[in-house]
């Protein structure tokens, strides 16, 4: 049997997700940076892949249901840094790794009333350039050594602004059979009945199984819990904790 090519990233959250490929006889596993996953996919290189939410808006993709990075409160790998409050900011440099980061940086900084420039720049640029009215955007393990003054971790703020987990990454595959009643999702329309936590449509047979056997004997991560009933800046949102489009349901 031919094995399925797939991309993952090789941080420590998604090993619950990945472990369990690295000896499959059905999956050839490729590790790159997140944003390099998105492009595998796109490109037609691997079969499926570990991908940031916001890269499914660029194609139509099968979603293998019931595993996803995510966290329900703090998340530490993925952080905005600098020597001065983000009110402060005027420019914000944003780590090249991700592009789920980049909308969720311009959303929680705009619930703030902050709206600085943007410039993508790989993460040991942008915070040796932190100084001042600059921030950056740091994901990764490598969020685990960043220190700062003011430190904003993106998931514990999305957690406060809406009061839904976020969700940052999920396995999609390209489009393939798909088993009776199920549907493939419309670029950037997930279907949402909780939230921010999507009621995603599942994968083909063959890559959906694959990954699910071979994740099996892994066990899935804890979510982070939020802290507490305020933001760690010390701001609540203006409008009611949902964004546009998602449910209420809780």
């Known amino acids: 049997m031919k094995k399925l090519r ?3 990233v090789s941080f420590l959250n998604a090993w619950p997700l990945t472990e369990g490929l690295k000896q499959s006889e059905r999956i050839e596993l490729v590790l790159e940076e997140p944003s390099r996953c998105a492009e595998l996919l796109e490109e037609g290189q691997v079969d499926l892949a570990l991908v940031s939410v916001a890269a499914l808006e660029r194609g139509e993709y099968e979603i293998v249901p019931g595993m996803a990075i995510g966290a329900d409160g703090p998340v530490q790998t993925v952080v905005l840094a600098g020597e001065e409050p983000p009110a402060a900011w005027d420019e ?11 909308v969720l940086t311009k959303l929680v900084l705009d619930a703030m009333g902050v709206h600085p420039r943007f410039t993508p720049l790989p993460a040991a640029e942008g915070l040796l350039l932190a100084r ?3 921030g950056a955007l740091v994901i990764g393990d490598r969020g685990f050594d960043v220190r700062a003054r003011h430190l904003i971790d ?10 839904h987990p976020m969700i940052f990454a999920l396995w999609a595959a390209r489009p393939g059979p798909s088993p009776p009643r199920t549907s493939r999702n419309s670029p950037g329309r997930p279907n949402t009945d909780r939230g921010c936590a999507p009621s995603w449509p599942s ?3 063959e890559s959906g199984a694959a990954i699910r056997s071979a994740t099996a004997a892994t066990s899935p991560s ?9 933001s760690s800046l010390g701001w609540r949102p203006s409008f009611p904790g949902r964004p546009p489009g998602a449910s209420s349901a809780r």
């Open 6 to 8: 797939a991309a993952a």
């Open 92 to 102: 914000v440099y944003l780590d090249t790794a991700s592009r789920t980061s980049h």
């Open 132 to 134: 001042g009215r600059k």
């Open 154 to 163: 993106l998931g514990r703020e999305w957690n406060h602004l809406t009061g």
């Open 203 to 205: 994968a083909s047979p």
């Open 222 to 230: 804890e979510s982070a819990t939020a802290s507490g009933p305020t």
